[in-house]
């Protein structure tokens, strides 16, 4: 393939089983396929007299990750027409919290490092991060 392609780095390290402390140089050939981006949630319109609890029921989620996950406290009010995220089946989600380390995610997940990277953009291990990662 002739021309530049801009890609963040991370993806062809993935796609090229390169790891981050390994490098290329100029002229190396790389496989470059387009991933596509993977969605992680489905999205919900609130409706009159919904509550985390009732949509959790529905939705068979637990009402905790639906509160965490969408920035509410567990008995906020929720407005009509109101947008909320809903964890899809088949991925598992952590908020991480203060001392949490890369080894502790990658033995919480039972995966590996680039697994993590795959399915999350960034992994600054700050507290209140956002983590996914496929079952």
Do not use: C, W
Request: no cysteine.
């Amino acid at each position: 393939m002739n021309g530049i392609l801009t890609t963040k780095t991370r993806y062809l390290f993935l796609i090229n089983t390169i790891t981050a402390s390994e490098y290329f140089i100029l002229g190396d050939e790389m496989d470059y396929k387009t991933i596509k981006p993977v969605e992680y949630f489905d999205y919900y319109n609130i409706e009159k007299n919904d509550s985390l609890f009732t949509i959790a029921q529905k939705k068979n989620v637990n009402p905790n990750l639906l509160s965490l996950l969408n920035g509410l406290d567990i008995t906020d009010y929720l407005y009509k027409d109101q947008k909320i995220m809903i964890p899809k089946e088949g991925f598992s989600y952590y908020i991480t919290k203060e001392g949490d380390t890369l080894e502790i995610l990658v033995n919480m997940f039972n995966t590996h490092i680039n697994n993590l990277l795959k399915y999350n953009q960034t992994v600054y291990l700050k507290e209140g991060q956002l983590i996914v990662n496929k079952k």
